[in-house]
């Protein structure tokens, strides 16, 4: 069992920044996959950016370029570092890790309004 704890979400103007942070009860080197999801109103969940053990990453073509996703091993945390936030970025943003027996894991999602 992984639990996983997102952080850092908030409101913020069209054009700004946030740092979502998601900390791991579990060695996150140990696991295959970290990544970020997002669910606006209405909408089906959605891959924003994932981090493979490899460092391997992929991105959403909507926030290519926008949004970085990164990880420090050390403290078992991985970060989506969010610019130019658009108001179609709104959503609830989980973290999510898959282990190595292909079970995968959520946190319990953390709110990010992009609204002037």
């Known amino acids: 069992q992984v639990q996983l704890v997102e952080s850092g979400g908030g409101l913020v103007q069209p054009g700004g920044s946030l740092r979502l942070s998601c900390a791991a009860s579990?060695?996150?080197?140990?696991?295959?996959?970290m990544g970020w999801y997002r669910q606006a109103p209405g909408k089906e969940r959605e891959l924003v950016a994932r981090i493979t053990r490899g460092d391997s990453t992929n991105y959403a073509d909507s926030v290519k370029g926008r949004f970085t996703i990164s990880r420090d091993n050390g403290k078992n945390t991985v970060f989506l570092q969010m610019n130019s936030l658009e108001p179609e970025d709104t959503a609830v943003y989980y973290c999510n890790a898959e282990n190595v027996f292909g079970a995968t894991f959520w946190g319990q999602g953390t709110q990010v309004t992009v609204s002037s």
């Open positions: 579990s060695v996150i080197i140990r696991l295959n996959t």
